[in-house]
């Protein structure tokens, strides 16, 4: 009975079995969206590899990262851009395949919530790969993209301590700010609502690596420092490996980003104000 089946139903049936197993490598705590989405059904790492190619895998995080590093083959359709349920629809009416959504893994929740909101919209055979693309990566150099290329050696993946030693807090970064560094606010529009860290002294540029090679060979050029800040911390990770591939020498982005620049003005004036009365 199953030698009629084809390479679509065997993946589809491999889910089934997958979820109705139930079964995983990991415990709760390492993956706790699993018990904040109790109606998202996840798929483990073998697994996703046993369903190529019969299987719509779909990146939901922002361009940035997946231009930076995905899977290959997956389609990125930006979780919480307001045409994602459009597009998603639009990929079940092309193909009854099953829809895998994944993002950075682990504690990222955006998977899940990808999922969840098609679900809700009615698209049938949804699943999240929530190990994430970094674990994808280990495991499957040839399957993985790094900066447009492929197969990605899993050793090129930065780790935190690399990210730790090219970040530094507000005090230190402002420290830095002179003649022989650039500023760069690699923040989009919307979160820079008209404001800015450092006027007159900065530059805005979006995080795109073709507007971002000019202040690269500046910087080189120059033997100048750039000093980089996102919104709160977390995109400049996927700006280092860009930087890495360039030999940029000096580089260094301001932990928290601005939220976190923020948050210590703010302080400094509640405790001057306390201080006042």
């Known amino acids: 009975m199953l030698s009629g089946?084809?390479?679509?139903?065997?993946?589809a049936l491999w889910l089934a079995?997958?979820?109705l197993a139930g079964g995983s490598a990991w415990a709760a705590d390492d993956m706790p969206g699993r018990t904040r989405f109790p109606t998202v059904k996840w798929v483990e790492l073998e697994q996703l590899k046993a369903m190529h190619p019969n299987v719509i895998v779909v990146d939901a995080r922002s361009r940035y990262e997946y231009d930076t590093l995905h899977i290959k083959g997956a389609t990125n359709?930006?979780?919480g851009d307001g045409g994602f349920i459009d597009e998603i629809k639009a990929l079940r009416a092309g193909s009854s395949h099953p829809?895998?959504?994944?993002c950075n893994g682990r504690t990222c929740m955006k998977s899940y919530e990808a999922t969840l909101d098609a679900q809700n919209a009615g698209v049938s055979d949804v699943f999240t790969f929530d190990v994430g693309i970094f674990d994808w990566v280990k495991a499957y150099p040839d399957d993985s993209v790094l900066l447009g290329k492929s197969p990605v050696d899993p050793a090129s993946l930065i780790g935190k301590d690399k990210l730790k030693a090219h970040t530094l807090g507000v005090a230190e970064f402002e420290k830095r700010i002179g003649d022989s560094a650039i500023i760069l606010d690699v923040r989009d529009r919307y979160q820079q609502e008209g404001t800015t860290l450092f006027p007159m002294r900065q530059h805005s540029v979006p995080l795109d690596n073709t507007a971002l090679k000019r202040y690269v060979e500046q910087a080189r050029a120059e033997g100048k420092t750039l000093l980089i800040y996102d919104a709160t911390g977390g995109q400049v990770r996927w700006l280092q490996y860009y930087l890495e591939?360039?030999?940029?020498?000096s580089y260094y982005f301001l932990k928290g980003g601005a939220k976190a620049y923020y948050d210590e003005l703010m302080s400094e004036m509640v405790s001057r104000s306390a201080k006042a009365k």
């Open 5 to 11: 089946l084809t390479g679509r139903n065997w993946a």
């Open 17 to 19: 079995l997958a979820v």
């Open 77 to 79: 359709v930006v979780y």
């Open 99 to 102: 829809i895998v959504f994944y």
């Open 245 to 249: 591939s360039e030999n940029v020498a």
